[in-house]
């Protein structure tokens, strides 16, 4: 097996890897990082403590009125109770009522509106559990579809990595040398095939003479425009 053919094995072993690496870490993102869950997650969670901030004050509310009510009921037996003789305290007695029966009233409307507003917000709790439910089981999904293609993938890299490692073991070193520093150079593409009297990777028309050299079986012949290795076949 010539040189140049070992490069351009390489190579392809390369790209795959690449492809494969970049598509795992796609992968790994997507698995730690998915927007759609977080946001319903974060609605049922901000969702859910109106909820219980409102459920807070219906209770605060109930007692409030509670109170009330058994303070009208000491009034009323007191003033009921024929031990009051003085008109005047009398009077004043039956005002205090009148007064605590209207802020009771009050409070009663305050109690009812919270009631009214806490049934709404609760019934809007349950729309975004049931849609966080709904995400999770479709995120649970496709998770489990992309921990099956995470598993692939890492043993497909597993042996392309074997493979690599033989190819290389049986690369001259200048030529594998070289081979890194123009990959690393040319956005991880160091040797190219030609095909149609051109490069492959930039599309530069090549010269006969190049295209002759290109097939030479154990020197290196590169590409005017690009500079990458050029793979006659
Ligand atoms: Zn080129």
Redesign the pocket.
Known sequence: MSQIFKLYRLQQIDSQLDQARSRLSELVRLLENDSDLRQAQENFDRQEKVVRDLEKQLRLLEHNVEQQTSKIQECETELYSGRIKNPKRLKELEDEVKALKRHLQLLEERQLESMLTLEEETQVLHDFQHHLNSIKQNVYQRNSRYLGEKTELEKEIQRLENERALAVSSLASEFYARYLAIREAKKGIAV?RVQDRS?T??G?TLTGGLIQESRLPDRLTY?P??G?ILYGG
């Open positions: 190219c490069c990777a930039c530069t590409c425009s690009c990458r």
